[in-house]
């Protein structure tokens, strides 16, 4: 399956609830385990991300979500938003998805007058880490988690990021 006229990125709806919980909880359950913290967001995406402020993209291939990203407003000092629950369909894994979909959030970021992001991920997770490096992100020191697997966090200056990214 290749990328075609048939993919395209759009904002939540309601209609896509079962979807952003399922790609999500598909990559943590494979290599951790579900915690509090995503079941708030991932139970209740419109209270815990929409209402606050926040977005979700979901990549939709031929009619159907493959792929879901959202910018959670950050309650680190210094941060507009996390980005965060992005998850991709196995089935389509290593096609760019995830990368268009990193692209897409970080340009509603910019909309939105971000000027930094946040987020949190695992070093076992090798081609996420790569793929946020390729958006620009870099390792940050000393930060907290509410996350167990939490064991590096990134930032991402808006300001300072190269337009190449984004392209």
């Not at 938003?81 to 990193?102: D, N, P």
């Amino acid at each position: 399956m290749s990328i075609s006229e048939s993919f395209s990125i759009i904002p939540y709806s309601d209609s896509y609830k079962q979807d952003f919980k399922a790609l999500n909880e598909a990559w943590i359950t494979k290599y951790f385990k579900m915690e509090k913290m995503d079941y708030a967001a991932l139970d209740h995406p419109k209270e815990y991300i929409l209402d606050k402020g926040g977005y979700i993209g979901v990549a939709v291939l031929e009619n159907r979500a493959v792929g879901v990203c959202a910018l959670i407003p950050s309650q680190k000092e210094g941060y507009d938003f996390e980005l965060a629950k992005m998850g991709v369909s196995e089935l389509v894994q290593g096609k760019g998805i995830g990368k268009l979909l990193g692209q897409h959030i970080i340009q509603k970021a910019k909309e939105l007058g971000a000027k930094k992001l946040y987020l949190e991920s695992n070093r076992v997770l090798e081609p996420a880490l790569s793929l946020y490096q390729k958006l620009g992100f870099t390792e940050i020191v000393g930060a907290n988690s509410p996350y167990e697997r939490s064991d590096i966090q990134m930032k991402l200056d808006l300001g300072l990021l190269e337009e190449s990214v984004l392209s």
